[in-house]
C-alpha cells in the first residue's frame, strides 16, 4: 500500500500528521516532524502510530510525468502548426 493511500485510509479511522504537526519521541526526548523525516525519529528510528501523509507528486512515477508532459508538448506544437498553416 502507497504512502498516500496509507494516510487517505488512516485519516478516516485516526489522524494524519501533516507538515505543521510536531511529535515527541519517548525514548530520546527529541521534538521533530515525521513529515519532513520520512515518518521516523531521526535518531532512534521511533516511528509514532499515526500514518504520515504525503503529497501526491511524491509518489507519481518521474518517467510517467516525462511521458504526459512530452505528449501535451507534441500536441501544442501541432495546434501551433496548424494555427501558421492557416494564416
Not at 1 to 18: E, N
Not at 33 to 43: E, K, M, Q, S, V
Not at 73 to 77: F, G, K, N, S, Y
Given at each position: 500500500?502507497?504512502?498516500?493511500?496509507?494516510?487517505?485510509?488512516?485519516?478516516?479511522?485516526?489522524?494524519?500528521?501533516?507538515p505543521h504537526d510536531h511529535v515527541v519521541c519517548p525514548i530520546d526526548d527529541?521534538?521533530?516532524?515525521?513529515?519532513?523525516?520520512?515518518?521516523?525519529?531521526?535518531?532512534?528510528?521511533w516511528r509514532p502510530d499515526e500514518a504520515v501523509g504525503r503529497p501526491w507528486w511524491l509518489d507519481a512515477d518521474p518517467v510517467l510525468v516525462a511521458f504526459v508532459v512530452a505528449a501535451v508538448?507534441?500536441?501544442?506544437?501541432v495546434v501551433?502548426?496548424?494555427?501558421?498553416?492557416?494564416?
Open positions: 500500500m502507497t504512502s498516500l493511500a496509507a494516510a487517505v485510509t488512516h485519516d478516516a479511522h485516526g489522524q494524519t500528521l501533516g527529541l521534538e521533530f516532524r515525521p513529515y519532513y523525516t520520512d515518518g521516523a525519529c531521526p535518531i532512534c528510528g508538448v507534441a500536441a501544442l506544437m501551433i502548426v496548424i494555427a501558421a498553416y492557416r494564416s
